[in-house]
């Protein structure tokens, strides 16, 4: 009877208490903790970089501020070709795929080199509410200092897009080939759990 007393009390205890164990020990000293995903499909900047207070510009010439709302971006550093058209295309496309929050979300093309002509109102045409960004008052190293992920990045060259949030914080970058679909569930995920922009 005694005997059948502590095999009972063994198996509660290995029912009870061995998960626990098994799991602390796996964490602690396996690599199934290792690699942990925050949920995010880009890159984080962090700490994130508050930009300036810049202002976007629209086809028709009119100034809206950088502040105020989410904002995707894309870096031209030149004219606006076919990689480029296919990256307004991508923005447009992301902003429509949010439904009722597009509207707290804004489109830029920063201009890296400060051409008005870099971007013809031609190309612009079929992607109305695109917003243009000619950085004044940095000079060029300043600004892909701003952009850069780490120390010899070149923030210009890869076709990246850049997610700034309502301050004007620089907060995530997407390479060119990030999924869509998990960019739209980042912009998802901030616009449900942010009260600004």
Not at 120 to 146: I, K
Not at 156 to 164: D, K, Q, S, V
Request: charged share 20%; glycine share 8%.
């Amino acid at each position: 009877m005694k005997s059948r007393k502590q095999a009972i009390l063994i198996i509660l205890f290995a029912v009870f208490a061995l998960p626990p164990l098994l799991s602390w020990y796996a964490f602690n000293y396996t690599d199934l903790g290792k690699q942990r995903s925050t949920g995010g499909h880009g890159t984080l900047i962090a700490p994130p970089r508050l930009l300036p207070a810049w202002d976007l510009v629209d086809q028709r010439g009119t100034t809206t501020p950088l502040h105020g709302k989410w904002t995707l971006v894309y870096p031209l550093n030149g004219k606006c070709g076919e990689d480029c058209l296919q990256n307004l295309y991508r923005m447009r496309q992301l902003r429509l795929a949010v439904g009722k929050n597009a509207g707290r979300i804004q489109r830029a093309v920063l201009v890296v080199n400060r051409d008005r002509s870099a971007v013809t109102v031609e190309q612009l045409r079929d992607y109305p509410g695109q917003l243009l960004l000619f950085p004044e008052n940095m000079d060029g190293d300043a600004l892909r200092s701003l952009f850069a992920l780490s120390a010899g990045d070149r923030p210009f060259a890869g076709e990246r897009l850049y997610l700034i949030d309502p301050l004007g914080n620089l907060m995530m970058s997407y390479a060119r080939t990030a999924d869509p679909k998990g960019i739209i569930k980042d912009l998802s995920r901030l616009l449900k759990y942010s009260r600004t922009g």
